[in-house]
């Protein structure tokens, strides 16, 4: 049994008044059926009133600090100016596990400004998070409508796109401090693994003549926009897809030519491991390949399919091995010695 608040309206006037009602099952589903009124009990008379059930349970629908009751018209009630809080709080709690605040506060000079850069930069790294976006919607529709501002301190009128951009300038100077940063605490935090890197490269166009960037250049556009500027975006990540570094290229380098230097700046910065590289066909060539055996490097490409030629007769024999569902495998030896080959077939392919 429970108490019930009930009210009715008589002559345009609002009686309430309490009721005493059990609850009951039926073939049907629940059902509650009322035992007794009670009339306008004030809350000591129902402090008083006997209950079955755990006592635990049951006092616990007479907390004795619960304000005395009042009337509330439910259709006069709204809900306004909501904030998103689960993502900026758990975003903000891995950024601190990551130590980043205090690699962006002890990297750059203050430079006096009104909203310390490094908190513009955690503005941009929550927002990227939790609604990735523009930084021109970030600062007029996201951080307004999140709990960023309660959980950074930075007031939403003080969050604007010239500040967000000027962010990005100030970050931009410290791009490999930082990457070698994230890779050590992410490291450190998930046990990341980095001896298999995996490398491709991307591209992303602007609208517009792009006239103050030299890098914006027409060339194989994979967003089928020739007729706009673009740059290629080459990224090196982990075998579980954690982004180890990138860079920029020109638009109109080919995708093939940027293998020397994605290897050496990534040895650069993060030394000379025991790494596989794990390629696309379209980035190498037999000169790169020379290169990456004349220095020890190990890596997995995409052959040509013209090299299945040398390999008919391990094509049509019985010595496929199941790796996963509907995909075959055998290893087969090079015809130099030096080489592995990883002949693979899809069976819905």
């Known amino acids: 049994m429970y108490v019930r608040r009930c009210s009715r309206t008589l002559n345009g006037k609002r009686y309430g008044y309490w009721a005493l009602v059990e609850s ?21 008379g129902r402090m008083a009133l006997p209950v079955e059930g755990p006592p635990a349970q049951q006092q616990s629908l007479y907390d004795t600090t619960m304000p005395e009751w009042v009337d509330v018209d ?14 900026p709080w758990l975003g903000y709690t891995l950024l601190q596990r990551l130590e980043l605040p205090r690699f962006l506060a002890e990297t750059p000079p203050t430079d006096g400004a009104d909203i ?6 955690m503005v941009l790294v929550l927002g990227r998070l939790c609604a990735p976006s523009s930084e021109l919607h970030l600062a007029e529709h996201v951080y307004e409508g999140s709990a960023l501002a309660d959980v950074l301190g930075v007031p939403a009128a003080k969050v604007n796109e010239d500040r967000l951009y000027r962010a990005l300038d100030r970050l931009r100077p410290h791009k490999a401090a930082l990457e070698q940063h994230l890779e050590a605490r992410l490291g450190e935090l998930f046990q990341v693994q980095y001896d298999l890197l995996l490398y491709d490269v991307t591209s992303t166009y602007f609208e517009g003549d792009a006239a103050q960037n030299p890098q914006a250049q027409r060339g194989y556009s994979r967003d089928h926009r020739p007729d706009c500027k673009q740059v290629n975006l080459a990224l090196v990540v982990t075998r579980d897809g954690l982004p180890l570094g990138y860079e920029l290229f020109a638009g109109n380098k080919a995708d093939v030519t ?10 650069a910065r993060y ?20 290169w990456l055996k004349a220095h020890g490097r190990r890596y997995i490409v995409g052959t ?18 199941q790796v996963q569902d509907g995909v075959e495998a055998q290893i087969c030896a090079g015809p130099d010695g030096d080489e592995v080959f990883v002949l693979c ?5």
Do not use: C
């Not at 439910?74 to 993502?87: C, K, M, N, W, Y």
């Not at 310390?116 to 930069?121: D, E, K, L, S, V």
């Not at 030394?271 to 020379?290: C, K, M, P, T």
């Open 304 to 321: 040509p399919k013209t090299l299945l030629r040398r390999f008919e007769r391990e094509v049509a024999s019985a010595a496929w091995n």
């Open 271 to 290: 030394g000379h491991a025991d790494r596989i590289w794990v390629l696309d066909r379209g980035l190498v060539s037999e000169e790169h390949i020379r």
């Open 345 to 349: 077939r899809s069976m819905a392919r």
């Open 116 to 121: 310390p850069w490094p908190a513009m930069a």
């Open 74 to 87: 439910l259709t006069r009630v709204r809900v306004e100016r909501t904030r998103d809080f689960g993502g």
């Open 24 to 44: 009951y099952r039926t073939a049907r589903g629940p059902r509650q059926r009322v035992v007794a009124h009670l009339g306008d009990v004030d809350e000591h």
């Open 258 to 267: 940027t293998l020397r230097e994605i290897v050496t700046t990534m040895e």
